[in-house]
């Protein structure tokens, strides 16, 4: 099953840092949006730069 537009929009509030913001607000991560996180995170990983 695909994504909604709005755990979209979620996922990428928790990325750009405003996972304080949904806390507060009473958002917590369901298993979709884990899912979501645990995809762009770990291909953010593998395009930053390796410190030597």
């Known amino acids: 099953m695909l994504p ?15 996972g304080d913001v949904l806390e507060r607000a009473g958002h917590k991560q369901t298993p979709r949006i884990v899912a979501i ?6 291909e953010d990983d593998e395009h930053q730069p390796r410190k030597q």
């Not at 909604?4 to 405003?18: H, I, K, N, P, S």
């Not at 996180?37 to 770990?42: K, Q, T």
Request: charged content about 20%.
């Open 4 to 18: 909604t537009v709005a755990e979209l929009a979620e996922a990428q509030a928790w990325v750009v840092g405003q």
């Open 37 to 42: 996180l645990d995809i762009v995170v770990d």
